[in-house]
């Protein structure tokens, strides 16, 4: 992971808000908004963080050395990340949850080789890898502190995922006077079904007995296979979607 600080920071304030709830208030009482609802719907926006295509785009740049050439890519950066969910209180401390994930990963890659007919053309090569990923959840939370109205309450949870990637290369190649060059193969866009799994961690702060916010962390593990079809050094190749998932969300309950 390239970015292991904002995890230690969340765990932290995990444990130090666990702590601060657990105390007895030095103030006043709260006012009395009555009981929590047992049903909750939730929205989170944030960034995904680790996933990548280096077996993929090691591969393309060996074919491109392998044809007189080379090929380089840019990793995939911090990438926007937003999920909706539901979540159903079933004791005091447990919740079940289903989540409908969805993350945007685009990463380009340039360079250059010869082609493979007779005579061999120089082109100059210009990719993007693009991947709209869905994923739908079904798992559970544990909180450390029974949900109360105006405190902080931790938890963690987790549970398993049906991914769908939407993966895309696009591929463009040009000769040295500018032309388009056409390579059939090159441009390729595959959906897949993969199997993953997550584990989570969290704070919420009950606004009301209606509302919520919650800053939550989320890692997943995922990966897919990408298949490039060529008469030569083809083959399917992994791509890593595993990460660190960081958001705050906003909680209804009914």
């Known amino acids: 992971m390239r ?12 444990f130090v808000a666990a702590d ?15 009981a929590i609802p047992m049903n909750g719907v939730n929205i989170f926006v944030g960034f995904l963080d680790g996933p990548d295509h280096q077996y993929l785009t090691d591969h393309l740049n060996t074919f491109a050395v392998l044809h007189g050439g080379s090929e380089t890519w840019d990793d995939w950066s911090t ?23 969805f ?50 309450a931790p938890y963690i949870g987790g549970g398993f995922s049906a991914v769908v990637p939407h993966e895309k290369l696009e591929s463009t190649f040009r000769r040295d006077d500018g032309t388009v060059y056409d390579n059939p193969g090159e441009s390729v866009s595959e959906t897949s079904f993969e199997p ?8 919420n702060y ?10 939550d962390g989320r890692f997943q593990m995922t990966q897919s296979k990408f ?10 190749f992994d791509v890593n979607y595993a990460g660190l998932c960081l958001t705050v969300g906003l909680q209804y309950y009914f």
């Open 196 to 203: 993953g799994v997550y584990a989570q961690f969290g704070i």
């Open 20 to 34: 601060l709830s657990a105390q007895s208030s030095l103030y006043k009482k709260k006012k009395y908004f009555g």
């Open 227 to 236: 298949k490039i079809q060529r008469e030569e050094f083809g083959g399917n």
């Open 3 to 14: 970015k292991s600080l904002p995890v230690v920071l969340a765990l932290l304030l995990v």
């Open 79 to 101: 990438s926007f990340y937003t999920r909706v969910g539901y979540q159903r209180q079933v004791s005091p401390n447990h919740f079940l949850v289903t989540n409908l994930n």
């Open 103 to 152: 993350s945007y990963l685009s990463a380009a890659g340039s360079g250059e080789l010869y082609t493979r007919t007779d005579p061999s053309v120089y082109v100059t090569t210009d990719r993007t890898l693009t991947t709209y990923l869905f994923s739908l959840d079904l798992g559970f939370l544990y909180y450390m502190i029974k949900p109360e109205v105006q405190k902080i």
């Open 206 to 215: 009950y606004i009301s007995n209606k509302w919520g916010v919650t800053f």
